[in-house]
């Protein structure tokens, strides 16, 4: 069975993810998580954050982490997202619809810190297009599929057009992500004690993502998602855990 908790006060995190006999989701203790505004700096406590319009850049990790959300949703600026989680036997689905103008671009991105052992495995189709940090594109695995042991790098990549990949720690742990018409992608953030300095620690972000960038600012020519005409954009997301 696989379920999660979630904390609608502080960005609709969610603070556990329990599939396959064991919890799945890293956390770090920083009191600082509890009292941010929108527009702070991002606190970095683990769990699962909702990072949409984009990651990097501006707002830092999104706008909606941030706040506090009503119900099963919230309100920002420019958008108002609404997500739906459902448990049912071996999967979990979380439903996400998002209103806003229609040909507004944006990044969203589950992201999901690990907790995961040195013998831990990123699986997804080998060959497939990766955008490194600071290297350009790779393909799939070059080389970072193994989550360990800790050797004092950190390193994010995007792998392109990925809907689906499975981790793998004993137990195993799979992302599938559905998106008509929109740009599908999974992001890695396998930090191995390289980041920050000078106090660094391990930290493995495995993040499904609609878009091909951290940075909105950043992106080309389909690179973002982009609201159609009728002013919704909805997607699936879906979490299975196999021990």
Known sequence: MVTAVVDLEHGGRWTSLRA????????RADPARATVRPGDPFVDAGGLEECIPTVRGTPDHGAAWSRPWPSSGVECDDFRLRRVLDASGETLTADYRLEAA???SFVWAAHALLDVSE???LMAPAGTRTRVDGLGERAWPAGLDTLGPDDGTAVGAILLGCPRVTVTDGASLTFTLEAAGQPVSVALWRNLRG????DPYRSIGVEPMLGRVFDRAAA???DTA????AGVCEWRLTV???A
């Open 20 to 27: 396959a006999g064991r919890e799945w989701l890293w956390h």
């Open 220 to 222: 080309g020519p389909g």
């Open 226 to 229: 982009i609201v159609p005409a």
């Open 240 to 242: 299975a855990g196999r």
């Open 102 to 104: 229609p040909g507004w």
């Open 119 to 121: 013998q831990a495995r």
């Open 195 to 198: 980041w920050p300095q000078p």
